[in-house]
């Protein structure tokens, strides 16, 4: 958790923030609409920038119009749709570069693949990604790799969301240390947040949860990286009263262990009546699930690779190996045991080692921008 005075005060004591920060901010990113965890992210800093009174310049491939964060921003679309995929990112960084010229942005915030960032957000790497998943490298990952590499040389900062990105930006792009800022990422803590055990139980029968099953809720649009196949493997050789809640995209198959309860707007009131969270994912550089669930007061059964295992207490998480069945089967019957005792503590705030607010996220971010800026006057 950041502490002491941000650059931010030290600039300026009793000024505007907009005062504070000189220059204009852009924000670039894939899409500017409910989509992956690098694009909520991005809207999450729309809204702690407007908080501040600040209009970001967004440069997106898409807009979703009818979002109340496009209010909050001046949009760019940098249309790509109309070239093949594997040109798609290069074509977007290619062509920003002009865009942010055009539109006179002193400081540009990378949410994406893209060269002229002066901040690059760091939310997974794909050499990451491929070591993790074993997969072959191809022609078109050379690509990716490339542009990636690019924009951690070009950047001033980068902004990693985890211990784990900053060990792969040193280790596997040859980044300096003193350039990279661990800043974990923020969650809407406002929307998650726990209820009382009459509430649970209420949300329990609209969802179908009996009062036996002990539920865990598995979010996931990619089931295989986030390690759905472990667990099914992991249920079969067991009679413990466990049902897993797939909520995203369908699973291939579905039983009476693993239901399928479809894309859940109201997420978190799914974290509060289910008794554990879980991801055993073979690559997760955060794991914003971890802090949403602990956050409405459900713990998580989570591999020791995922991201979040950093910052969540040993009351609030049940840790195993990545990849370890028998130890996933150990940890789902702690689990059980654990949501049989009748005087558990549900976890909360006080179960995570920073604060995930946006507000002192943003107020790091603006921290480099001035940095950022005191650099480019010399």
Known sequence: MATGTTAV?????GQDVRDAVPGKIGLSCNAFRHSGGLERYAMDLVRGLSAEGIEPVVFARRFDRSLPEFRLVDPHRIAVNWLPGKLRDHYFSWNLRRARRAENVDVLVGCNRVDSSEIAICGGTHRGYLRASGRRLKRSDRAQIDLEQRQYDEARFIMAHSRLMRDELIELYGVADEKIRLLYPPVDTQRFTPVDQATRADLRRQFGFADDEVVLLFPSSSHERKGLPLIEAALRETTLPVVVAVAGRAPER????????GYAKNIE???RAADYSIL????EPFGLVGVESVLC?????LSSNVGCSEVLSGEASIVF??????GLRQALAQAVDSAASADRMPPGPVSISYDPGVA???NALLDLVVQVRATQSR
């Open 297 to 301: 007061g459900t713990p998580i059964i």
């Open 360 to 362: 002192p996220h943003v």
């Open 254 to 261: 579905t039983s009476s262990r693993v239901r399928f309860i």
């Open 321 to 326: 190996a990545p990849g370890d069945v028998e």
């Open 269 to 271: 009131d799914w974290y």
């Open 9 to 13: 005060e030290r600039h300026v004591r």
């Open 280 to 283: 055993a994912s073979n690559y």
